[in-house]
């Protein structure tokens, strides 16, 4: 499928200074990436165009049903000039997983990345260059059809923006503090949970804001059946350290299949770290902090890479770790994974694709 570029050209376009200090997803680049889908023609015009807003009927399905899907990652600037993309194949795939669980169509990788090329190297200029900030690329799938009904739709629009980005949490790479929702589910087996989509952040909107009301930046989910074994964060998977062993929930189809949880992996085990997923009992985390077999805890996602936790909150107590402070391994792991991403550090493992000048 060809892609056209079709913008124009605006007078002051791309970043002015090396670094991004707007608050993560706030700032946006000129231009975006759109392709539509019918039933009877499959995907069509396929652009590079200005970034600008549809014009959608009210009665469109993802309003009214929230057939809808996503996926972000990010495209960093070397200090020699290359510009890369960490593991977009994993992203593209995850992408049409997400599509399949909700009957939408799915997108040919090819073009995927063809649009991820084009789009990152017409946007070069708005990627800052400063280690750790990059240009987020946010990629999306909506069902349009004008109708009331639940059903799938037979039309979409398929689109990535772009948002010039640095931290996602205000904090930076200093420990945050999370709450472990003990009244709130967000997804169970069987649901939505391992797909990349908006319901599943809508179901934690409430939770997130008790927990913030606390003092909390973020919630940890139980399982929905039992509300007894940690899963995963709202924007995170999660990562304990247990008596010198790295221990991550299992993904048992009501959690994410985290790129950047699948990197730590790979890269603890590289590093000669022990790594065991399996299901986790909240309060043997609790009773683990407390005896000191549990000096570490982290999440990992996209927008955050890795955020070190430095306190859980449960039941209305206090489980600090380490002090409030980044424990080594955690520290160590960034460091690998973020070495990578911006050049630092030898891919060893092929994870970053160059985008080539056109």
Known sequence: ?????????????????????????????????????????????????????????????????????????????????????????????????????LCMPTVDEKVFMEALDKLVWEERDWIPQEYGHSLYLRAAMIAVDPILGVRSGEQYIFFIIDSPAGCYFPEGFNPVKIWVSDKYVRTVKGGMGEAKTGGNYAAGLKAMSDARAKGFSQVLWLDGQEMKYAEEVGTMNMFFVENGKLITPELTGGILRGVTRDSVITVAKDLGYTVEEKRIPIEEICEGIKSGKVTECFGSGTACVISPVGELGYKEKSYVMNNFKTGPMTQKIYDVITGIQYGKVKDKFGWIKEIKPR
Request: proline fraction near 3%; aromatic fraction near 14%; charge should be positive.
């Open 1 to 101: 499928m060809e892609i056209r570029i079709n913008y124009i050209k605006k007078a002051q376009s791309g970043l002015k200074s090396k670094s991004c200090d707007a608050r993560f997803g706030t700032t946006f680049t000129d231009k975006m990436f759109t392709m539509n889908y019918s039933k009877d023609k499959g995907w069509y015009d396929a652009q590079v165009k200005n970034h600008e807003p549809f014009v959608l009927s009210p009665a469109a399905l993802v309003f009214h049903y929230g057939q809808e899907i996503f996926e972000g990652q990010k495209a960093y600037k070397w200090e020699d000039g290359r510009i890369v993309l960490f593991r977009p194949e994993m992203n593209i795939k995850r992408f049409n997983l997400s599509a399949a669980r």
